[in-house]
């Protein structure tokens, strides 16, 4: 419905019933005036009619005159019992409608009393008539003038007379009594106008009293329900003077401020007000002193305690009906709560919430901002993508919580290492960005800052790291990216220096490089490597590959099981190739597990068909899925599922997995070969692993790194390392075999130092089951007829 019309309808709806309750009003009040004089009109009554009665008493019947005083009697006695009724009543809130009917019937009767006296009275001498009509024209003149007020009661008190007692008198034949009858009624119509102005205006000031009484209530009503309003609702209330002092302070403005009512009233509004938004508070009290209107606005406040808060504020000015500024109102409304959520919800999003450092979000809109600077001030700004070497490792061996304690470690090392405006981002797990600006104007000189600025950055990284007791060291690799103006949207630079830490990565970690264009296809590819590799196993695209082991009479005695990845486009990819980017992405967890699977079935299909049944096998094992925690059950499951013997299984580990937490590597070492499984040290030589840490490591063999082996024939020095391997392999009581073994010489050579174990091409390439199966088979045959393999 339209609202205007609506307001309408309920505003015509409020207009009668106010004209209703004041009628209802004033109808009380008439009975209440008619029901007074009672008394006094019975007195009078009698008065007058034993006075009538007692002047006519010669010329009428006694009986007519004891009749006509016995109906006076009874009827002015009823209505005194009506009236002494009225005044008991219980009831008040009974209809005053009632009441006023019972009065105008039981006045109609005393009227009908005084019109009988025209008739039972009426006297046939001239001069008593004029008594007879003196006495009725002053009764009837008396009464009508009282009960004016009720024209239905006045009415109804003159009818008895004029139809009763005039028509006895115009009936009459004598001109006289004629006279005074048509006088008599000439009389009362004109003392009926005469009351009923009269009453008029009684009634209307009546009226008027009812209505301001009401209207008082009413104001009294809206007034209490104001403040009632202004107690209980939930905003603060302040009214101030033109001096901007308290005048009125609501209980919501008690507890948002701190101060009562009686503390804050006259007091000028900055005491609430927190000092830095004094400025902002005058120019608001002067807007609102020159009639401005709807003033909205947050401010710092104080409440009593010291604390600030902030609060939404609403003002308006309080004008006079001459348009005058008297004062102005505030509505208040503390905001702290709701600022402190919107706060951490932009920490939230903005920040990385374990370093506090902004996140990838905030670096594209800082980033974004940089480049708009680097056009406008026309010189170079840089990012520098920083990745943790080996980070996930650490994570893997030493627990997440460890990990966290160096990622906070680097955060605050990063900070420290550049310059206040500078931006340092955390964007993934051990990835951090840094946002160089304004480098200057030259390629050279820019470029010489930025790496002076990377090396002192991975300088702090490489400061030892105390990680709950334990001393950890750390180092990053480090790609850049130069940019100038906004030739390169956010997300280019970014890949850039992204790319350009790859380049780092690959360049054997712990360096820095710039971002090179040419080498952009081979990070490339290797990033959709790392993408197909994902499903590499479901699609079944990962095949394992044999290459024999010989023992020192070149009988075979194993085989080491080398993984291949068949891609679907590109044909064959090298392990070498592969395997690390199966580690940086944890795809090696579920691939690794799958070798092992595969390994230990194999051995059990040769146990059962009886070929190659005491070959062994050697698995090789990444330092990412030893690190694994439960990596020791998922050996205990592979062996049990398959059900094969477990002490033709030897497992390959690499030097760097040792060297990440020695204790933890010994105790799974030691519940490995508690299984049966035997353990082989792969690549040795190439790391760091000193002899100490060698004495300690439950190994049962060392595999000599093949890049010694290839040299051996041409590098004494290879020569000596080799001979050394294979004298401290002997005196721990390990096995030792020779890995990478192309020509017949290096394997004599390394026989005659007391190399018991041999491994490559000269043996045998690496060659998919069936290629190996069949070879061994023709081996075995050769063997037994006494040709060793040579
Ligand atoms: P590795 O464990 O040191 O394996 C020996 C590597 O030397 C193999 O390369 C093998 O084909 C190669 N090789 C053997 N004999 C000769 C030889 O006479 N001359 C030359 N030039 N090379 C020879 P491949 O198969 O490419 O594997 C490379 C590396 O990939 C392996 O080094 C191993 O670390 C890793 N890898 C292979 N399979 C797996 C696997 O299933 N799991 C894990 N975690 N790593 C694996
Ligand atoms: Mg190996
Ligand atoms: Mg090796």
Redesign the pocket.
Known sequence: MDTAVAANKSENAAGQTHESHDRAALTTEIVQMLYVGSTSALVMALVVSALLVYSLSDIIHVRQIIAWSGIVLLTYTARKLLTMAYHRRSNHDEDAQIWLLRFRIATGFCGIAWGLAGLLLFPHNTEQQAFLIFVLAGVLGGGITVYSIDNMTAVSYAAGTLLLAIPRFLINNNVFSVTLGIMLVLYVVYVMLAGRRAAQSIRENILLRVATARSEQELAVFAQRQKLHIESTPMGVIEWDVGSRVVLWNSAAESIFGYSSHQAMGRHISFIVHPTSLNQLDEAIEGILAGQTNQNFIQENLRQDGEIIHCEWLNTPLKNPDGSVVGWASLVQDKTAFKKAQEEVYQLAYFDVLTNLPNRRLLLDRLGQALIASKRAESYGAVIFLDLDNFKTLNDTKGHSIGDLLLREVAARLHKAVRENDTVARIGGDEFVLVLSILGHSQEIAEATCRQIAEKVMQEINRPYHLNAHEHHSSASVGVCLFLGQELSVDEVLKRADTAMYQAKQAGRNNVQFFNASLQPALDLRARLQNDLRLSLVNEELVL?Y?VQVDHQFNISGA????RWIHPEMGLV???EF?PLAEDSGQ?IP??TW?LREACMRLKSWEESGQNKSLRLS????AR?FGQSDFVNQVSLALSNSGCQSRLLRL?LTESLVLQNIDDVVTKMRALKELGVSLAM??FGTGYSSLSVLRHLPLDELKID?GFVRELLVDSEDMVIVQTIIAMGKNLGMEVIA????TAEQAALLRKFGCMAY????FG??MPIAEFEANTRTAGRKSRSGIAVS
């Open positions: 590959f290459q080491e099981v080398l993984i090298s392990p070498a395997i090696i691939i690794g070798v698995v090789n094992v990444s899925q390959e792969d690549d093949q890995e990478g073994v192309e491994q490559g091409y000269l390439k690496p």
